[in-house]
């Protein structure tokens, strides 16, 4: 059986892209979502997810960029001096390097993240993480920490399995920017496997998107849906409505969020699934 899980990510980063993921759902393919408990549009995205119940809704855990749930002074090795987030993934990524960030403090965030989740009523489906950091090690290892104190089974595998898309996307610098990150990263799925496997959690066959953010349009998801094998595939988007929040929001996703919206909220996507045999499920089904 080939089953795929289409998730949201930024549920709660602004207004706009709340409405475009719940387009997304509604009209589209979209079948789960990433909540941010540091969102600027969190509240917003709380009551979306109550009205919406059709919609898988997880946690996009934050260590990177904007303000922590926790007081900074309970996570005083993971925050700067204006008590703020690493800005960017290279930043916190130099603060492994210099050992500097504790996974306590890391393990801390996360908690509070969760905490604010769950108090508002929302029982995440699954965890993943801002700019994938749980890549790292030491990220995964407080995620995996807090999963289990949450009773949380399901975790996102950030580490891409193929690259497909058209040929012009395929050759664009931007494409091959980031394919290259994608690739770098690849040794790290060994020891994720590992603590994936010491924590007892799940995950998907297959994780899709990395290369393509900000960057999906209908044929490349069409190539994807033809790709996949049996078991359980991820695909990564990040719709949403371009405004002026968004516009002066810390993000490089801006315009292209329209554009992942006009392609996976397309109806026909829904039937192109249906004709080559993929279910297309929420994390719920694989935590059952």
């Not at 703020?84 to 403090?105: C, E, I, Y």
């Not at 700019?131 to 290892?141: D, E, G, I, L, N």
């Not at 949450?150 to 664009?172: D, K, M, T």
């Not at 993000?251 to 297309?280: M, N, W, Y």
Request: proline residues 4%.
């Amino acid at each position: 059986m080939k089953r795929l899980i289409v998730n949201a990510d930024d549920f709660g980063f602004t207004r706009g892209v709340n409405e475009g993921i719940l387009r997304a759902h509604r009209n589209g393919i979209v079948t789960s979502t990433t909540i941010m408990a540091n969102g600027d549009a969190f509240n917003e995205a709380v009551e979306a997810a109550r009205a919406n119940p059709s919609l898988g809704v997880g946690c996009h855990l934050s260590a990177v960029g904007g303000r922590p749930v926790s007081k900074p002074s309970e996570i005083p090795t993971l925050v700067d001096r204006d008590g703020l987030l690493p800005p960017t993934l290279g930043q916190l990524l130099m603060k492994f390097a210099r050992r500097s960030v504790s996974t306590d403090d890391i393990a801390a965030e996360f908690r509070a993240q969760l905490a604010r989740i769950t108090g508002a009523g929302i029982t995440p489906t699954h965890l993943d993480t801002h700019k994938h950091s749980h890549t790292h090690p030491q990220v995964m290892r407080a995620l995996a920490q807090v999963a289990a104190e949450f009773g949380v089974v399901c975790v996102r595998n950030p580490f891409e399995s193929i690259a497909v898309g058209s040929l012009g996307l395929l050759s664009s610098w931007k494409y091959l920017k980031q394919a290259a990150k994608a690739t770098a990263i690849q040794p790290g799925a060994i020891r994720f496997r590992q603590v994936v496997a010491e924590y007892g959690l799940k995950t998907t066959d297959r994780f899709l998107g990395v290369r393509l953010t900000g960057m999906l349009d209908v044929a490349a998801i069409r190539s994807m849906m033809k790709s996949l094998t049996e078991g359980t595939s991820e695909l990564m988007c990040h719709p949403g409505l371009y405004d002026d929040e968004l516009e002066k929001a810390q993000t490089r996703l801006k315009q292209a969020r329209e554009r992942e919206l006009d392609a996976v909220s397309d109806p026909e996507l829904r039937r192109f699934a249906e004709e080559h045999g993929i279910e297309l499920i929420s994390y719920r089904s694989l935590s059952q």
